[in-house]
Nanobody, 124 residues
Framework: QVQLVESGGGLVQAGGSLRLSCGASGRAFSAYTMGWFRQTPGKEREYVAQISSSGGTTYYSDFVKGRFTISRDNAKNTGYLQMNSLKDEDTAVYYC?????????????????WGQGTQVTVSS
């Protein structure tokens, strides 16, 4: 079992940057594929990015490609989401998630462990 805790959210102006962190505790974080998702009120949760257990493979949704970077430091049991060139439409609660299954593209779900989320608000 893995426990995940996000941090780093906040209020930022459009065009700015934020880095989210996802701290993991419990069983070996390095064995899990990690993902980031987001959700706004009244909408379904949407996939943002994912990274393989080793960190060697990453995939992104089209709407963040080129602006966001997912990474991880398995020695620190921490994952990251660097968000640059933020837009109003990036405003959401961001969740990190983990699964034992290998990374896939397209993203096929199966993320079993979730954090509590961190709010990101982009103002124009």
């Amino acid at each position: 079992q893995v426990q995940l805790v996000e941090s780093g959210g906040g209020l930022v102006q459009a065009g700015g940057s934020l880095r989210l962190s996802c701290g993991a505790s419990g069983r070996a974080f390095s064995a899990y594929t990690m993902g980031w998702f987001r959700q706004t009120p009244g909408k379904e949760r949407e996939y943002v990015a994912q990274i393989s257990s080793s960190g060697g493979t990453t995939y992104y949704s089209d709407f963040v490609k080129g602006r966001f970077t997912i990474s991880r430091d398995n020695a620190k049991n921490t994952g990251y989401l660097q968000m640059n060139s933020l837009k109003d439409e990036d405003t959401a609660v961001y969740y990190c998630a983990a699964k034992r299954n290998p990374i896939t593209t397209p993203e096929k779900g199966g993320f079993f462990y979730w954090g509590q989320g961190t709010q990101v608000t982009v103002s124009s």
